[in-house]
């Protein structure tokens, strides 16, 4: 006869391989609706990019999209061109992407690797909120700044209190680094 231990030992391993077998077949599930969202995203990139913008994905990977935008006109970043990499979890949309400027940047809302501080990224991010809302989100950010909510204190400080260097120092920014083809 087993010993209660060995009972429960036992009960426990099932309910482990059955855990692990519902976790397996939940994942399953989560990834192909979260290829299936990206590929509907992806056609409407194609067939109705938002302006400025373009984005598809890096060499057939899904999971990794470039995007680029135009520096929106009347802004410290006109006339630029702008290259981004967007990294989407396996668990998209339910968890927002990460989104990072590859083309350097001068902007108080970019940190010095590139990352994007942007709400609808994080703290305001919803499951509906697609590719191309994002890149329009980014393109409002470029044309009008967060100084409430920024990823570089110091560009802050510099925009609040010595506007016009801040402007010069994006503009020449967008003139040495944001120069090439859309």
């Not at 939940?26 to 299936?36: G, I, N, V």
């Not at 409407?44 to 999209?65: L, N, Q, T, V, Y």
Request: glycine fraction near 4%; proline fraction near 7%.
């Amino acid at each position: 006869m087993k010993s209660v231990v060995e009972l429960l030992t036992g009960k426990n391993q099932i309910n482990a391989r059955l855990q692990r077998s519902f976790d397996k077949k939940f994942r399953e599930r989560e990834l192909k609706m979260s290829l299936s969202r990206l590929n509907k995203e992806l056609e409407e990139m194609k067939f109705c990019p938002p302006a400025f913008c373009s984005a598809k994905p890096i060499h057939g990977d899904m999971r990794r999209w470039s995007a680029t935008i135009l520096g929106p006109p009347g802004s410290l970043y006109e006339n630029g061109v702008f290259k981004l990499l967007i990294e989407f979890p396996a668990f998209y949309p339910a968890v927002p992407p990460r989104v990072k400027f590859i083309t350097k940047i001068f902007h108080m809302n970019v940190n010095e690797d590139g990352w994007i501080k942007l709400d609808v990224l994080s703290r305001k991010w919803s499951p509906e909120t697609s590719v191309s809302r994002i890149l329009l989100a980014i393109v409002s950010l470029m044309t009008t700044p967060n100084p409430d909510d920024p990823f570089d204190r110091e560009k802050t400080s510099m925009y609040k209190r010595h506007r016009s260097r801040y402007n010069d120092e994006a503009k020449l920014y967008t003139s040495i680094y944001a120069k090439g083809e859309y």
